[in-house]
């Protein structure tokens, strides 16, 4: 008796138990048209070996991690039922955010459906995974619908460590936006700005490694000094920074120092960046060596795997997921794979371009593992953009190999731009960088 029959093409199953009025007509779909995911998951034997069944894979987070792993698994092998877990009907890309905060994009371009995902028979369970049970390999999603899974993936991304920053909670969000996770939060900021009087302080407090798209609180502070100078240009920026470097450091500096001279300034850990404590109800970040009271500020809070990862016990002390290079398998429990974010790649950095490449070797050796063939050994690439302005763009790139254990980069095969580039070459970069969004975007959710 087979375990599952395959969904069809199409199927999206609604989960999670707050439904709107305007939801209740995706938990009546979700009873009709998962009645043969659910229940026979839950609760048919598993078939004896040799028996022909279809395998299932549920993937958790439909991110650039996990919306890849689902249809790249799907398009290797259309025999495996491969359901994807996402809490959000609409993703938004953090990728090209910070120019929403800047006023050079709107939202909606940030933002993508599951549609093409369903179409390639990809089934999508709507809600929120809580809670997994390795031994019995299910997973519970929203009020209690129980999914088995012969593999299971997750892609959860961040969430934040609210007990690493005093006076950083989840209420202080709404003061002190992160504008982490794209979506109101970017919003929120991009309001703030706009809302400044010209001569106001703004301040970024950015984190210490490891932590989500390293170059991105850099870019951020670019394009909102690009803001200000174009809209509010007696206004400051600073940056305060628990660390003493930062990627591709020196393209930012030199850039900084031509574009934004007395606008943009960067304290450094030594010179007393690190922020120690906020006070969101005077807008207050303070360091050990002193105090500053913004009229914007944003604090990038420091950051762990998403909590499904904790709760599915395949985080280590770090808060982060150790994996296997090759197969993207835990470390720490078996059948369970990890990718994107929550994962610790070694000298991968945390970037939607790493995510999209590791989902696409996860899905490779999934497709593998589940013929009980060995996977191929993985050679994966990273390219991460950044734009300092609207046509000023830099890159940073590298090619990556498990070795020993671990993700490592292959020597000189790291690329960044040239430091001395002239005007022309920047612009390209910042197409370039528009083209690589669109390209990854399109790949991942069109
Ligand atoms: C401001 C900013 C700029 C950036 N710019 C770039 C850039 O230019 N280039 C680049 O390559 N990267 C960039 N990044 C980084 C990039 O956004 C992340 O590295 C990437 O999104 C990671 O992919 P992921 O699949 O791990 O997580 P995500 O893409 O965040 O996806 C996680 C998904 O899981 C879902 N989820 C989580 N938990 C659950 C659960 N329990 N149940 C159901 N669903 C769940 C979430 O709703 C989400 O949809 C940027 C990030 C930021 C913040």
Not at 165 to 170: I, N
Not at 349 to 359: G, H, I, R
Request: aromatic content about 6%; overall charge positive.
């Amino acid at each position: 008796m087979p375990r599952f029959r395959p969904s069809p093409p199409g199927t999206r199953i609604s989960i999670d138990a707050a439904a709107a009025p305007a939801r209740r007509a995706s938990r009546r779909e979700f009873l009709a048209a998962s009645a043969a995911l659910v229940t026979s998951a839950a609760v048919m034997p598993r078939p004896a070996i040799g028996q022909t069944a279809a395998p299932h894979v549920v993937v958790v987070g439909g991110g650039f991690g996990g919306a890849t792993v689902a249809r790249t698994l799907k398009r290797l092998d259309p025999g495996v039922s491969v359901t994807l877990v996402e809490v959000n009907r609409t993703f938004t890309a953090c990728p090209f955010s910070n120019g929403v905060i800047a006023g050079l994009r709107v939202i909606t371009e940030q933002q993508f459906g599951y549609d093409k995902v369903v179409g390639e028979g990809v089934v999508l369970a709507a809600g929120t995974a809580n809670l997994i049970d390795t031994q019995a390999r299910t997973l519970i999603v929203g009020d209690g619908v129980r999914l088995r899974y012969d593999r299971l993936v997750l892609s959860p991304g961040i969430d934040f460590r609210w007990d690493a920053l005093p006076g950083y909670d989840e209420m202080a969000v709404e003061r002190m936006p992160h504008a982490w996770k794209a979506g109101e939060q970017t919003l929120l900021l991009q309001k703030q700005l706009e809302a400044m009087e010209d001569g106001g302080l703004v301040v970024i407090s950015a984190p210490a490694n490891p932590f989500r798209c390293p170059p991105g609180p850099y870019e951020r502070a670019s394009l909102i000094a690009h803001y200000l100078k174009t809209k509010k240009p007696r206004s400051k920026l600073i940056i305060l920074d628990a660390k003493d470097a930062f990627s591709k450091q020196r393209l930012f500096q030199n850039a900084w120092k031509e574009l934004y001279p007395g606008l943009l300034e960067w304290v450094s850990l030594s010179n007393g960046g690190k922020v120690t404590s906020v006070d969101p109800s005077t807008n207050t970040l303070v360091t050990d060596f002193g105090k500053h009271e913004a009229k914007v500020a944003n604090v990038i809070p420091p950051q762990k795997a998403g909590r499904i990862a904790e709760l599915a016990g395949v985080t280590d002390r770090t808060g982060w997921c150790p994996i296997d290079p090759v197969t993207f398998e835990s470390k720490l429990q078996p059948n369970i794979h990890v990718v994107g974010d929550a994962t610790i790649a070694g000298a991968m950095p945390k970037s939607a371009f790493t995510a999209n490449a590791q989902a696409k070797v996860c899905a490779a050796a999934l497709a593998k593992l589940l013929r009980n063939e060995k996977p191929a050994e993985p050679k994966l690439i990273n390219t991460c953009y950044s734009l300092v302005a609207p046509d000023y763009g830099i890159h940073v790139a590298g090619v990556y190999h498990p070795a020993n254990g671990v993700l490592t980069e292959i020597e000189g095969s790291g690329g960044l731009s040239k430091a001395d580039a002239p005007p022309d070459v920047r612009k390209l970069e910042a197409s370039f960088a528009e083209g690589w969004f669109k390209t990854i975007t399109s790949e991942v959710f069109g």
